[in-house]
């Protein structure tokens, strides 16, 4: 019988439970396929609500940890195969100690898109939702306060507040303890990509995923380094496939892989960890004396945080960066989409191996962000601000989706429609049981103003970040006569 303590008032009972019985499966005091309580009888057995149960299992469900079988009930998913690596297991009960943190934990001091009606396809943001007011108030007083300092030249990895201010955020709401020496900013995934490459090696063998974000891929090829596309199941990327083709680093979107909204459960993640650990970690000794390069046994995962936080039910997935105790995690992330696609402003954690190699040979660039823009997203976020929008932003998201959701079921698409609809992100995939070129469907939305990014034959992407609330009713009406049109024909 499952018993346990409720005694931190701090944290909600579900969130409580979730990890009262997230502890006990990683631990391995609940066994694969072993059968838990109903709803009401736990929650009868720990006396709390049966809602509270329900929401526990649901974000256990979200991660992977447990899964349930119609009509007969919750168990537990079986994270570790019994031929995993006995090394790697080890790492996981007992963190590296020997490669600390590098420094302390805290530092002291017109467009095409005008055109369409609807663009669901673009990834901007939606004008009404930018918080003005707020950004030109700290941007005024950062003019007239911090003129001096405007003038000196940033660190080549980002100025300390907004390191600060970064480092303390993935703290409260990604639950990642990632020092501000750690961090480094930059214009972009380019710019993040740029170094990287350059930090890595030119001669490993990088992978993205298929489907996947193309912009990677072109980056990737644009470098002049070998990009290998691995294919997805229902669970995310193939590792196997990672073996067969040598990958050295693997780019990958676990939280909410583009564009299918796939969520990496635990057990596909320990698997990526693993795979990442049988090989070694980059440092000096990888460079002979005559300047050999002896890289080709590195093994790396990007993991790419991307809208991580319009998560619109539940708790937030936990990072890969959370789980990794080996270093093996370079995360990576953006303000693109959470403030403005013009906001060009994106950043990595490396490992603190890595990160006192990019010390050593790259620190010479000139971070390709301006101070003013830097310090002003510092104050943003350690003001609380940025909080408060994404608070905003979740909840103008929600309204969206729903409205989305609910004038396509009441319309006659519905019934020719089949939604995937995750519960994090800001699209969906809709596919259409169509007849007709798909050439002509979407060539005639285009002339009625509504724009839309097919994924594969009779599926299409869904991005209403950018489409204004009273624009959606009349949107979809417009989708809906267009494909009907060509039905009847």
Same mark, same amino acid.
């Given at each position: 019988m499952l018993s346990y303590s409720f005694s931190d008032n701090k944290v909600s009972m579900y969130e409580q439970l979730y990890n009262f019985i997230k502890e006990d499966i990683l631990s391995g005091t609940l066994k694969p396929d072993t059968r838990l309580p109903s709803k009401r009888s736990f929650a009868e057995q720990l006396s709390v609500s049966v809602i509270t149960v329900e929401n526990a299992y649901n974000q256990l469900m979200s991660e992977g940890f447990i899964y349930s079988l119609p009509k007969k009930g919750f168990y537990v998913s079986r994270i570790f195969e019994l031929s995993d690596n006995d090394d790697f297991m080890n790492q996981l009960n007992n963190p590296v100690s020997t490669a600390p943190t590098f420094g302390k934990n805290r530092l002291s001091s017109s467009t095409e898109q005008d055109t369409y009606y609807a663009d669901f396809s673009s990834n901007a943001t939606d004008p009404a939702t930018f918080p003005f007011a707020t950004w030109a108030k700290l941007s005024r007083r950062i003019l007239l306060d911090n003129q001096d300092y405007l003038m000196k030249n940033s660190p080549s990895n980002g100025i300390v507040e907004l390191r600060n201010a970064i480092s303390d955020y993935l703290l409260a709401f990604r639950g990642m303890k990632a020092s501000p020496n750690n961090i480094i900013i930059g214009a972009g995934t380019e710019t993040m990509y740029n170094i990287l490459i350059q930090l890595l090696g030119h001669e490993?063998?990088?992978?993205?995923?298929?489907?996947?974000?193309?912009?990677?891929?072109?980056?990737?090829?644009?470098?002049?380094v070998k990009n290998v596309?691995?294919?997805?199941?229902? *669970?995310g990327i193939i590792i196997s496939i990672l073996e067969d083709e040598n990958v050295n680093i693997i780019h990958t979107t676990p939280s909410h892989h583009f564009p299918t909204g796939i969520t990496m459960p635990v057990k596909r993640r320990y698997e990526l960890l693993g795979w990442a650990n049988s090989l070694n970690n980059l440092? *000096?000794?990888n460079e002979s004396d005559t300047g050999h390069d002896k890289r080709g046994n590195l093994r790396y995962v990007i993991e790419d945080d991307y809208d991580s936080e319009f998560r619109l039910s539940g708790?937030?997935?936990?990072?890969?960066?959370?789980? *990794?105790?080996?270093? =093996?995690?370079?995360?990576?992330?953006?303000?693109?989409?959470? @403030?403005?696609?013009?906001?060009?402003?994106?950043?990595?954690? @490396?490992?603190?191996? @890595?990160?006192e190699i990019y010390y050593k040979k790259l620190s010479f660039y000139s971070c390709t962000v301006s101070t003013f823009e830097q310090l002003t997203l510092a104050h943003f976020i350690?003001?609380?601000?940025?909080?408060k929008h994404i608070n905003r932003m979740r909840t103008t998201s929600r309204k969206k989706r729903d409205l989305l959701l609910s004038c396509i079921k009441e319309s006659r698409l519905g019934a020719a429609a089949t939604i995937n609809e &995750?519960?994090?992100? @800001?699209?969906?995939?809709?596919?259409? =049981?169509?007849?007709?070129? &798909?050439?002509?469907?979407? &060539?005639?939305?285009?002339?009625?103003?509504?724009n839309i990014s097919p994924v594969s034959k009779n599926s299409y992407m869904i991005n209403y970040s950018s489409v204004p609330m009273d624009r959606i009713r009349e949107a979809v009406r417009r989708i809906n006569n267009v494909f009907y049109g060509l039905q009847e024909l």
């Open positions: 490993l063998i990088y992978a993205s995923e298929n489907p996947g974000y193309e912009k990677i891929a072109s980056i990737l090829t644009s470098n002049g596309r691995i294919p997805m199941d229902e *669970d440092s *000096d000794s708790r937030p997935i936990p990072s890969l960066f959370s789980i *990794d105790n080996s270093e =093996k995690i370079i995360y990576m992330n953006t303000f693109t989409k959470s @403030l403005a696609s013009t906001i060009r402003i994106s950043y990595m954690v @490396l490992p603190s191996h @890595l990160m350690s003001e609380g601000y940025y909080e &995750e519960e994090s992100g @800001l699209h969906f995939i809709i596919n259409l =049981k169509m007849k007709g070129s &798909e050439k002509d469907f979407l &060539e005639k939305l285009k002339k009625q103003g509504i």
